[in-house]
């Protein structure tokens, strides 16, 4: 059973920054595309980025392009979430996400694709 830990999460007053992480619990990333999503109170979990099993092609939601950007370290099997000029309407759980998959450069924003999932992490932003 795959498992994902997700960190980094608090606090940040409106444009400012915060990155998260999340270990998955593989000996590569390289099988699987990884996604991060957020659900904010009384709303729908939504995708915010994805990352292909390449590891050099990124998906974003309209909402997030030009301010997050996602990463990954493979010898840390870990997935980064980096948020900059932070909007209180980015407060949220914020949950990754891993699908194993034959395609090298796909990834989606889909949540009902992934099995498997992390806890989640809240992210508030408030002045």
């Known amino acids: 059973q795959l498992q994902l830990v997700e960190s980094g999460g608090g606090l940040v007053q409106p444009g400012g920054s915060l990155t998260l992480s999340c270990t998955v619990s593989v000996l590569t990333l390289d099988y699987y595309m990884i996604g991060w999503f957020r659900q904010a109170p009384g709303k729908e979990r939504e995708g915010v980025s994805c990352?292909?099993?390449?590891?050099?092609?990124?998906n974003h939601a309209d909402s997030v392009k030009g301010r997050f950007a996602i990463s990954r370290d493979l010898a840390k099997s870990t997935v980064y979430l980096q948020m900059n000029s932070l909007k209180p309407e980015d407060t949220a759980v914020y949950y990754c996400a891993a699908l194993g998959t034959p395609l090298p450069t796909v990834c989606y924003r889909d949540k009902g694709l992934y099995p498997y999932w992390g806890q989640g992490v809240q992210v508030t932003v408030s002045s």
């Open positions: 990352i292909t099993r390449s590891g050099d092609i990124t």
